[in-house]
């Protein structure tokens, strides 16, 4: 059975970036109507060519929404449940189908049923949703936490009413129309815990597309064992940028081997920027590689996504501080007009590609096989039965012949003579033999 998400390509936005929203909900704070400025953006996300959008958290929490405070509420800082549904169909009417994020490890330590733990006692029926470790003689517990960030409280995943707990919360908003669920920090999440929790949603949801926050480890083993759809892709996401900074295109082609071993068995959420790494446009060195970097992510197989800004270049270091992912969670100007003007070149070359996918749609399960190789020339075949796809990648000064000879339907390439195309000095190009 084929599903929407076989052919996704997503729009990721931050929200409580994205729209400016205060840094900490105060108590008591009033609700202050964001999300309709999101609505704004959408015709801009079909432009682009995407069809759907992975929306980053918006329900109640304290600060980064990742300590969530209510899962069944939206975040006063971005509106209300209105403003949710009517982005949600808004959305819909676009065509673009909308996956939300959860947050099913932890909980922030405001959350009700926490405090209700700490003021009932170790024999609370809330007690027994978290990891506590109560003293002898009385007093607060100390509680297990998510890498050791005291405000994120560690829920006990072997606690049925813990596997109550989320397939409510999961169903409830799939039920609401939403499309899927970003599983945040699944990886850290004992994979018995998706096994209880999953079939039911799938036996409700059948069309959800459910994406596992994996970042190392066995994916295809994650994917088999928890029954998620797919996990992100960080493998291949440090191999693009490390190998286009060192010129060591075979780790790049080391990279690919791997990823084909995986498109076995699922297809894994590509990408090269989210909202916890450093924006692509700063981490690579050399700017005129930032197509390179595109191509890549556009034409193997997965699912890809664009986290937003990428698309108009935007730059933002990761750092490991208090306050460190503001830079690579900026806010948007009021409408898509008010961007800068230097941005548009990098959105129009993600159209270009991102059409170039829609065209050739057998590229989500494409497996690629190396044509030729050195530490700053690489050439893929990108192939799915009798599909084909040449991409040549040439990040040296001088120009690459490639030996391969097709219609160039990307980028940049002349025949060289009967048996090969040659590459300009920095150069891309996507061929079709």
């Known amino acids: 059975m084929t599903t929407w998400h076989e052919h996704a390509i997503f729009w990721h936005v931050y929200p ?89 490890n932890h909980v922030g330590s405001r959350h009700p049923l926490f405090l209700r733990a700490l003021e009932g006692g170790p024999t609370a029926p809330d007690a027994a949703l978290f990891r506590l470790t109560w003293p002898e003689g009385g007093g607060e517990p100390a509680h297990e936490s998510f890498e050791g960030h005291e405000a994120l409280v560690a829920l006990d995943h072997d606690d049925d009413g813990v596997a109550e707990l989320v397939t409510e919360v999961m169903e409830h908003w799939l039920r609401a129309g939403f499309d899927g669920w970003r599983l945040d920090a699944a990886y850290a999440v004992p994979v018995p815990f998706w096994q209880r929790v999953l079939p039911a949603v799938r036996a409700a949801h059948p069309e959800a597309y459910l994406l596992g926050e994996v970042i190392h480890g066995d994916y295809a083993g994650f994917v088999a064992g928890s029954g998620v759809d797919s996990v992100t892709q960080y493998e291949l996401w440090k191999a693009i940028w490390s190998a286009l900074n060192d010129a060591n295109l075979y780790e790049l082609d080391h990279a690919l081997t791997r990823h084909g071993e995986m498109l076995e068995t699922f297809a894994p959420q590509t990408f090269v920027g989210n909202h916890d790494v450093t924006r692509i446009a700063t981490r690579l060195t050399d ?137 300009p000095a920095h150069g891309w190009a996507v061929l079709e033999p």
């Open 16 to 104: 409580l970036g994205a729209l400016d929203a205060e840094p900490v909900l105060e108590e008591g704070a009033p609700v202050t109507h964001r999300l309709p400025r999101l609505v704004e953006w959408l015709d801009y996300a079909v432009e682009l060519g995407v069809s759907g959008l992975l929306l980053g958290p918006v329900f109640t929490s304290r600060s980064h929404g990742y300590d969530t405070i209510d899962h069944f509420e939206v975040d006063p800082r971005l509106g209300d449940r209105a403003d949710l549904d009517a982005l949600l169909a808004a959305a819909h009417d676009r065509g673009l189908k909308v996956v939300l994020d959860g947050v099913f």
């Open 287 to 423: 700017r005129r590689h930032l197509a390179h970097a595109l191509v890549v992510l556009l034409t193997v197989g997965g699912t890809p996504s664009v986290y937003y800004g990428d698309e108009q270049a935007f730059e933002g270091v990761k750092e490991e501080r208090l306050g460190g992912d503001d830079a690579i969670r900026p806010a948007l100007p009021e409408r898509p007009a008010d961007l800068a003007p230097y941005g548009w070149d990098t959105y129009h070359l993600h159209q270009e590609l991102i059409a170039l996918r829609r065209r050739h749609p057998w590229l989500h399960r494409a497996r690629t096989a190396g044509v030729t190789l050195s530490n700053e020339v690489l050439a893929y075949e990108a192939r799915d039965g009798e599909n084909r796809l040449v991409v040549a990648l040439n990040i040296s000064d001088e120009p690459a012949e490639v030996p391969v000879v097709g219609t160039v339907v990307a980028g940049q390439a002349e025949v060289a003579g009967g048996a090969g195309t040659r590459v």
